[in-house]
């Protein structure tokens, strides 16, 4: 799946878009995205300018973005206009190594399951061999009034 096709399933953009290409994927069970990790990030500016280091927060969050693809692929289409699929929750989250500029984060998700529409993933970040985070992910979809 390529940029334009994941650009058609999540409303993120520049600079909060962090899933840059969709390898793999099966309806209702699991993902595996990439996020390339470049210098240009804002985020480097000030997380640290000394050592740069991508923020856990955002690692998280570049997780719960493959999530929320996997579930709008899942349903067979694009969402509608105004659906959004919202971080609802995080369990057992841990960082395991950093991550910095040339990395490339190969994220897994996989789903656990889905209980009154909210979606309970078993979520994975790593940089080639080594894991970098994981965590369980939970989100839902909302329709949204402007």
């Not at 962090?18 to 997380?47: C, M, S």
């Not at 996997?70 to 929750?89: C, E, H, I």
């Not at 894991?131 to 369980?136: D, E, F, G, M, V």
């Not at 989100?139 to 402007?146: D, G, L, M, S």
């Given at each position: ?17 962090l899933i840059?290409?969709?390898l793999?994927?099966?309806p209702d069970?699991?993902l595996?995205?990439?996020?390339n990790v ?9 997380h ?9 927060v955002?690692?998280t ?5 493959a ?19 919202m971080?609802v ?7 395991k ?19 009154r529409?909210?979606?309970f ?5 790593h ?8 965590a369980i ?7 949204v009034?402007?």
């Amino acid at each position: 799946m390529s940029i334009q096709e994941v650009m058609k399933l999540l409303p993120h953009r520049y600079p909060f878009l962090l899933i840059d290409r969709v390898l793999e994927w099966e309806p209702d069970k699991y993902l595996v995205a990439i996020k390339n990790v470049t210098f240009n990030e804002p985020f480097f500016q000030g997380h640290f300018p000394i050592r740069p280091i991508m923020p856990g927060v955002l690692i998280t969050e570049a997780m719960a973005q493959a999530t929320g693809i996997l579930a709008f692929r899942s349903q067979g289409g694009q969402p509608k206009d105004n659906a959004l699929y919202m971080l609802v929750g995080l369990d057992e989250v841990v960082f395991k190594r950093i991550v910095e500029p040339g990395d490339q984060l190969r994220i897994h998700v996989q789903l656990r399951r889905l209980i009154r529409g909210v979606g309970f993933f078993d979520c994975e970040a790593h940089v080639g061999d080594e894991l970098a985070a994981r965590a369980i992910i939970k989100c839902t979809a909302k329709e949204v009034v402007e």
